[in-house]
């Protein structure tokens, strides 16, 4: 199911990138296709325009992406976090005892012991770097979901391609399960015998969860050099795209 999923996320990529890559091509030959998919991208002025207005929907719709997007991420975030919280934490001491324990009892060798012991701490690392990833998502979406409603103003007549609408809609869907793709079954599961066991046993079954905020922020801190590196360049984009939209809004206006 696992790899069912990532290949089939795989060949979507594959399929919503390459027309463009293709249209991108400086080949004459290519002049009616590249046409085809700048007609599919035209929105506001530029629809405005045109005189094909078939199958197109109003800009103001592009408040749906973030909307579906935040929804989404939230949801994701939601239950990747508490995943990696109950199942995954990588403070290791405790499951590195319990397979040395297991090991010196006889019941596994010193090759399995090694092999465990690394996939275990594998694991645990790609379901943190899913929430980190995802966390970040999380704050990109709220943006643009808060530009979208407060701070641009999408004319009356503005349209868009249903065609943009439709990948608009996939990429912010796609996008985040992306992010978590490699551990999105084993969350799945997880919240489906969470559900299940709520459902039986009621409020009794939470009495004994405790949170604690250090638990589930030390694993994001124990993360490598390279996605905090990755972070802070993402925080100078989300910056300077916020800054830009502002200036866009301005010069609208003026």
Not at 149 to 174: D, Q
Not at 215 to 222: A, G, S
Request: aromatic letters at 16%; glycine letters at 6%; hydrophobic letters at 50%.
């Amino acid at each position: 199911m696992e790899l069912g999923l990532v290949e089939l996320l795989r060949a979507a990529w594959i399929a919503g990138t390459l027309p463009i890559l293709i249209a991108s091509l400086p080949c004459s030959w290519l002049g009616s296709f590249h046409g085809l998919v700048l007609g599919f991208a035209r929105r506001g002025k530029i629809m405005q325009s045109s005189s094909h207005r078939k199958f197109t929907v109003p800009q103001r719709f592009f408040s749906h992406f973030y909307v579906v997007a935040v929804a989404w991420t939230t949801l994701l975030l939601l239950g990747t976090s508490i995943y990696a919280y109950r199942m995954t934490p990588i403070v290791s001491e405790p499951f590195f005892y319990s397979d040395l324990g297991s090991y010196l009892a006889g019941r596994s060798n010193i090759f399995s012991f090694h092999r465990s012991r690394l996939m275990s701490l594998e694991n645990r690392y790609r379901v943190w770097l899913s929430v980190f990833l995802l966390l970040l998502m999380e704050v990109q979406v709220s943006r643009r979901l808060f530009e979208t409603a407060y701070v641009f103003n999408y004319s009356a007549s503005a349209r868009m391609h249903i065609f943009g609408y439709l990948t608009g809609l996939f990429f912010y869907t796609a996008a985040p399960l992306t992010l978590c793709c490699t551990c999105a079954p084993e969350v799945l599961k997880f919240g489906i015998n969470e559900v299940s066991e709520f459902i039986l046993k009621g409020t009794s079954s939470m009495q004994n969860i405790e949170f604690h905020w250090w638990d589930f922020v030390n694993p994001l801190l124990k993360l490598g050099w390279c996605q905090w590196i990755g972070a802070v360049i993402f925080l100078w984009g989300w910056i300077h795209q916020h800054r830009c939209h502002a200036i866009l809004v301005s010069i609208t206006i003026l």
